[in-house]
Structure formats: C-alpha cells, structure tokens
C-alpha cells in the first residue's frame, strides 16, 4: 500500500501526476513541519518576537510562560475555527431572512415541520401565524445569537439540566457567538489573560458558541431550507465523474450556493444548452463538506474529500470546480491552469489568484446558479485528454438525528429507547463519532478506516461526518453490506432496526446533530444523565484545520471524551496539555487528548467507553454474551434445524436471551 493515500483512485491520479502537476502530497514531503510551531512554543501574539520557547528559554519578552503560550495560540485556534462554522451559520441565517421576506429568489422553505420545531426551541409563537412570519422571527432571533450583547445563546437551553448547571457554575455559557470570540481575540493580545486554564475557559466558552449556536444553528437553518436528510443512496470517489457529460465539482462548505446549483442542473434549457455543446448532461459531484451537504440531501456523489481536490481537477474531466469557503487549497488555481478546468470563486471572503470570480448574490441566486452552470457547459468543448479512474464505491447517507429517532419506532414511537436499551444490554458496547479532516502529513484515509473497522467489530455504533464519512464511504463502509464486518451484537441491532453499522450524519458543521444525539440518548433514561455519562467517544484522527479544534474542544466542554490523531498542538506545554485532558475532565466531565500513534488511539477509545460503561453499573462489555445472535445464524439454525424448527426456535431464543 501506499504511504500516501489507502484510496486506490488517489494512488492512481497521484502517480499520474508525480513529476508532472505538483500536490499537496507533494509539498508535505518537502516542507518540513516548524518543530517549534507545532508544538505551540512560538509566540507571535507581539512585534518583540517572535519568541521561540524551546530549550533553556522558558519565557517570551514579556515574561510569558510556556504555558500562557500554548493556551493562547490554542485558544486563537478555536475562535478562527469557531468563527469559520458561525460565520456559514450566520450566512445561512440571513439567506432564511431573505426568503421569509421572499428576496431569495429560488430558495423555499422546505421543511415546515423542522421550521416549528425550531421556532419552539426559540421560544417563538407559531399558532395562527403564516410560515414566512415564523420564518423571518426565527431569522431574526438566529442572527441574535451571533451578535447580541446582553443574554445568552438559546439552545443552551437544548443542553441536559445536568450540562445546563455545569456551564452556568463555571460560567461557561455562550453570550453570544461573536462576542466570544472577539473576547478570545481580545484575551489573547499582548498583556492581556496570562493565566492558562482561564484562557483555555475562554476556548471553551467560543467553542460551545459554536457547536450549540454558530453550527447548530447552520444545520437547523439549512434543514429548513433545504430539507431534513433521511436515508438515500449514492456512491463516491473520482470514478462519480463522467467522461461524456459536463462535470461541476462543487468544494467548499455552503449549501446554499450549491442546492441552488443542483436546481440549475437540471434546468431543461441547461441540458439543451450541454447537449448543443456535444456533451450527455450536467454531472455534479462534491468535494469536501459541500458535498457532504448535497449528498445528505439529493444524493450528490462525493468525489472525494479534502486531500482529493487537486486530484479531481488533475483527471482533465473536470469543467468547473465552484467553489466557497473553507478548505479550499490555494494550489487549486495551479493545478487548474494545467487543464481546462475553470476555478471559479463565487464569495466575497474567498478570493483566489488565477481563479474566475463570479459572485454569489442571494437575491438573484437562480440566475447565478444557471451563470456558473453555463460557464462550465461552455468549457466542456475544451476538454482535452480525460483520465477518470474507476474506483466507484456505493453509499447509504443521510442519517439525521431526526432520522435517527424515527428509524427507532417510526413516526409516533420514536425514541431513543431501542439504542439505549441495546448498550444498556451490551449488545452495543458504546457509541463512537469519527470526524474531521484529512492531513497530508499522514497517509489519506489509512486512520479514519482503521479506526472505523475497529470499532465496529467490536460493536460499537459508529456516527461519521466530514472528511472521515467520505474517507469511510470510499472504503465501501456505509454500504449496508459493510455489516458483515460488525460484531454480532451491533450487527443484530443493526438487522433489528435497518441501518448500517456506520452512519453518515452529515457535514462537519453538522457535528452539532451528534451533540443532539448524545443529549437524546442521555435525556431517553438508562445512561445517566448527561453527555458526559454515556459510554461514547468523539475521534478526530486525521484533522488539519482550526475548526476540528473548535469542534473537539465544544464536544469536550459538552462532556465528551474526544481523542485527536496527528499530534499534540499544545506538546511544548505539559500543563496545558494536562489542563485539556484531565483538568477539563474534571471540571466539564469532558476532555482533549492527542494520540499520532492509531493502535494506541483504538486502545484508548474503548478504555474510555468501558470506563463509562462501569460508571454507569452496566454489565461489563462481553463480545460473545450474544455472539450466538443475529439474522445470519438464525438462517443458518433454521437451516440446520429444518426437520425441528422448534427445537431451532429453542436453542435461538436461549442464545438471544438478555
Ligand atoms: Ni471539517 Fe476539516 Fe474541511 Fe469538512 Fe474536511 S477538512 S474540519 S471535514 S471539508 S470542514
């Protein structure tokens, strides 16, 4: 295998470019990492420095300590992290203002029900009101969320009691999301928070205002507007791509350009308009969490995920990459010019050098959409030599934490019941959320895979999002057959329920669904009484960027025990990297640990699960106390038991017996 990539489509469009189109595969083995960057030692925060903490000097300039260092560069992590999510929330909350007071052309509210729901969390009035006026007061209120002065964030109150009480004695509890993080900013400035664990507070605080505000808000808004995911089919890797249709990769992170654009691919004048060029049709494809968007929603395939984008362009098939925000490599614009393939820019927070900008303007979003459809028909006649490489895998997505609680008792009875009985019986042993990006430091997807098999065939129930859902789907592991692979326990409630052993819930703001989950699962009865009580674990083992930050440490401020792959950012201070671990076990229930070394990584996942596991009184996990169970011996039973089908019913309901 290679050491770059376990995607057998990346090892084939990577040796087709080795010596001839440069990547990040390629930068990464040039570029060494800064060894004192990296573990948080250097000090940027003033223009006396940079100081360098490494060796016998144990303090900057201004006296600041190792430790006041790696708080504050973590901190700034998590507010540009933070920031990034929030700021797509809060977009998405003005396009929602834009549609109630219908200036969005194109854009409708789709879910109605979601739109309820969300207006009660909000404490909105919804009886005898139009759904435009519930929808521009909901608007309303979500922008508050980022921008007040005085309060705190609402869904707050969508936190366990127990969580509730936790932020408010340790005032924890976001104000608003902006407001955080300027304080972060603010904080963090020369001369300022000196005191590590109060700065690591802070981080804690912008953190929760992302994942319970700035994301939350993101996935709740764009349901609204786009939908509610439930389970659907598509397939992914390079191979989605068409040799004879016109090919859009859409990359980036915001929906609302990219739902607009697929409505554009199908438009009857845009077929016709592909069609007068020689081309079949319109083929989208995603790269990144935008396509994790327009798969949960209409099935989109994903191309590939973040270490996959040049490899995308360099197949020659592409006709336009649109892009957004957020993970978009600047290299792209190269890797463009060497092919047709247009790069085209569409927000005004994103420019890129080399790249076509063509704004996306919420008013005239349809006509925008149709624009950049149309520019990438007009670039298909200029398609050269292709090569796609066939590596196609099938997927199951969509699982909403709606979706979730209805697959659990349908559309009266759902609950959270069947899955909390399952770990409280052992059949599960806990529940694993595997996230995040891809670095090229480490080889494409080899982690994420790993950790995936491991845990599901040793019954864990695993949730993906982000890059480590497509990683998995490349895998074929969100096919239904991946069962197979699952240990019997898991595999019987999986047959019992009709899902997958691995769940795909979205993108990474959507990492806010799985805070929702585990408060359900905790608010459901039977695993205590908060997140911090269930035997569950949040991995992250192949992040590169600041908002995986944010993310793990509002899990962790939430009561999740969440493990990082890599390495320690925060190495050159062992008491900061003890603050985060187990100072912030102790006072949030939570914690941030970093393991590079994945074996360890798996170890220490299911240590943390059975630990839950004992705290809780549940029997200790025991893989062959129902290793007898499940569809596939009972066929094989029945077949063996032909003759005495109830002797066979016998011996199965003794096996199966809690
Ligand atoms: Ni999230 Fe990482 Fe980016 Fe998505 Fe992928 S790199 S932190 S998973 S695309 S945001």
């Known amino acids: 295998m290679s050491d770059k990539s376990v995607d057998c489509a990346a090892n084939e469009m990577l040796e087709r470019c080795d010596g001839v189109i440069e990547t990040a595969f390629d930068r990464a083995a040039q570029i060494k990492p800064c060894p004192v960057g990296a573990d948080s030692s250097c000090c940027k925060m003033c223009f006396m420095g940079p100081c360098r903490l490494v060796g016998k000097t144990t303090r900057g300039v201004c006296g600041a300590t190792r430790a006041t260092v790696a708080a504050r560069n973590y901190a700034r992590a998590v507010a540009g992290g933070s920031a990034a999510h929030s700021d797509h929330g809060r977009g998405l909350a003005f396009a ?9 052309q194109g854009f409708r509210i789709r879910d109605t029900q979601k739109l309820y729901a969300v207006a009660s969390y909000l404490n909105i009035a919804t009886e005898g009101r139009s759904v435009n006026a519930i929808a521009e007061d909901v608007a309303t209120k979500a922008l508050d969320n980022f921008g007040q002065q005085t309060g705190l964030i609402s869904y707050a109150s969508r ?26 900013m603010h904080r963090t400035h020369m001369g300022v928070d000196q005191d590590a664990e109060n700065i690591l507070k802070q981080a804690m605080r912008t953190a929760l205002g992302d994942g319970w505000a700035g994301s939350m808000l993101a996935t709740d808004i764009s349901d609204i507007l786009f939908g509610t995911p439930s389970p659907l089919q598509s397939a992914v890797n390079l191979g989605v791509l068409k040799d004879d249709e016109v090919n859009i990769v859409l990359h980036g992170h915001d929906p609302a350009l990219s739902e607009m654009i697929v409505a554009a691919s199908t438009d009857p004048e845009l077929l016709a308009y592909a069609e007068s060029k020689g081309a079949k049709g319109i083929n989208l494809a995603g790269i990144c969490c935008t396509a994790n968007e327009v798969l949960m929603r209409h099935g989109i395939p994903p191309a590939g995920n973040f270490l996959s984008q040049e490899l995308a362009i360099a197949t020659g098939a592409v006709e336009a990459m649109i892009v957004d925000v957020q993970c978009i490599m600047q290299a792209l614009a190269e890797v463009a010019k060497a092919h047709h393939t247009r790069l085209i820019t569409t927000s005004s927070k994103a420019m890129i050098e080399g790249a076509t900008h063509i704004e996306f303007d919420e008013q005239h979003a349809y006509d925008c959409a149709k624009n950049l459809v149309r520019a990438a028909i007009d670039n298909y006649p200029n398609r050269g030599q292709t090569h796609i490489p066939p590596a196609r895998e099938e997927l199951v997505a969509g699982f909403s934490h709606e979706y979730i609680g209805y697959m659990q008792g349908g559309l009266y009875r759902g609950s959270f019941r069947p899955l909390n009985d399952a770990v409280i019986a052992g059949r599960i042993r806990g529940l694993a959320a595997v996230v995040g990006c891809n670095n090229a430091r480490v080889t494409q997807d080899s982690a994420i895979t790993k950790i995936v098999r491991e845990l599901i065939a040793n019954d864990v129930l695993v949730v993906v999002t982000g890059c480590a859902a497509t990683g998995a789907a490349k895998e074929g592991y969100l096919r239904p057959e991946f069962m197979d692979k699952a240990g019997p326990g898991l595999r019987e409630v999986c047959e019992a329920i009709g899902v997958p052993p691995v769940l795909h819930v979205g993108s990474c703001v959507d990492n806010s669904r799985i805070l929702t989950i585990l408060t359900q699962c905790a608010t459901e009865g039977g695993l205590g009484e908060d997140i911090s009580d269930i035997p569950a674990v949040g991995i992250c083992p192949e992040y590169m960027s600041e908002k995986a930050l944010a993310i793990g440490t509002y899990c962790a401020a939430s009561g999740a025990h969440v493990l990082f792959g890599i390495h320690n950012p925060v190495a050159g201070s062992p008491e900061v990297t003890e603050l985060i671990s187990k100072g912030w076990e102790a006072t949030v229930g939570g914690s941030m640990e970093f393991e590079p070394d994945v074996d360890r990584l798996i170890a220490r996942a299911f240590e943390i699960i059975d630990a839950k596991r004992e ?3 549940l029997a200790e996990y025991n893989p062959n106390r129902f290793g007898q169970s499940g569809d596939a011996l009972m066929e094989e039973a029945l077949r063996a038991t032909q003759n005495k089908p109830t002797l066979g019913f016998y011996s199965i309901s003794d096996v199966s017996a809690e």
């Open 96 to 104: 929602l203002l834009a549609v109630a007071r219908g200036e969005a």
């Open 159 to 184: 936190a366990t009691p127990k969580r509730q009480q936790i932020w408010q004695d340790l005032g924890l509890t976001p104000r608003s999301v902006d407001r955080e993080i300027v304080e972060i």
């Open 615 to 617: 705290a809780l009184g």
